[in-house]
């Protein structure tokens, strides 16, 4: 079985490495469910892990249906990602339904190309999950990561078992939750790899901070922050005109 750590760090893909992980799937910002890391990170990666990366192509935290502008900004990463030798992709897209885009996930298999590629979990919106499986299988999709569409894998442990028996060439790569005390049930499913953080907090700095960089109301699955022109707009008259 292979061992796939979500790192968010390049000390958490070293951690990871020292450990006997088999493969890092190198991401950001972990608390919005992971976004592409920086180039910086890339490079380090790149210098510092022997063991394979995946890298996650997700352009921002929120839901996987993306404008033009959005999708080229993941093709450019991922042309990145190929060129600085990675060992695979993670990405996917679905449309607003929550049904798979077939058309847009096809065109980011293309651009991996050589590179594995993993469908995240967007899987785990689809509203119909066996279906996906076929479309997934049928464009070439190495591996799909999901937590069988419940908070956590050992709870979805009935879907994630019924993809499991069904996939032909697919891995189904049972994700969320996943630790010492229940991977034995992954293991006896037959599941080829298994997906984790293994994270944990560690403190510091020593006081607490008067004011919180975290934005709760950022933080949403149905909606994305976006600039209002309107807004900006209206300061900008404000300034020019109280400056004068």
């Known amino acids: 079985m292979i061992v796939e750590v979500c790192a968010n760090s390049l000390e958490s893909a070293l951690n990871a490495q020292k450990s006997g992980a088999d493969r890092i799937e190198l991401c950001s910002e972990l608390g919005v469910g992971g976004i592409t890391p920086s180039y910086g990170l890339l490079k380090m990666a790149r210098q510092h892990i022997a063991i394979p990366v995946h890298v996650l192509i997700r352009p921002r935290s929120g839901d996987f249906t993306y404008s033009d502008i959005e999708f080229e900004v993941m093709k450019r990463n991922i042309e990145l990602c190929v060129e600085l030798g990675f060992d695979g992709i993670v990405s ?50 190495d591996t799909i990561l999901t937590s069988g569409q419940q908070k956590s894998a050992f709870e979805g442990l009935d879907l994630l078992s019924e993809l499991h028996q069904r996939t032909s060439k697919t891995t189904i790569m049972p994700g969320s939750g996943i630790n010492p005390d229940n991977v034995h049930h992954f293991i006896s499913g037959g599941f080829r790899a298994v997906h984790l953080s293994g994270s944990k907090f560690e403190k510091r700095i020593d ?28 300061v900008v008259d404000s300034v020019i005109t109280n400056s004068n």
């Open 92 to 141: 996917g897209v679905l449309f607003a339904d929550g049904t798979l885009d077939v058309e847009r996930t096809k065109e980011l298999l293309r651009i991996s190309a050589p590179l594995k590629f993993t469908f995240h979990r967007a899987f785990d919106w689809v509203k119909n999950p066996l279906e996906t499986l076929r479309q997934l299988e049928g464009i070439g999709v």
């Open 207 to 234: 006081t607490t901070p008067k004011v919180s960089m975290n934005s709760p109301s950022f933080l949403k699955d149905d909606a994305i922050a976006i600039t209002d022109g309107s807004i900006i707009g209206r």
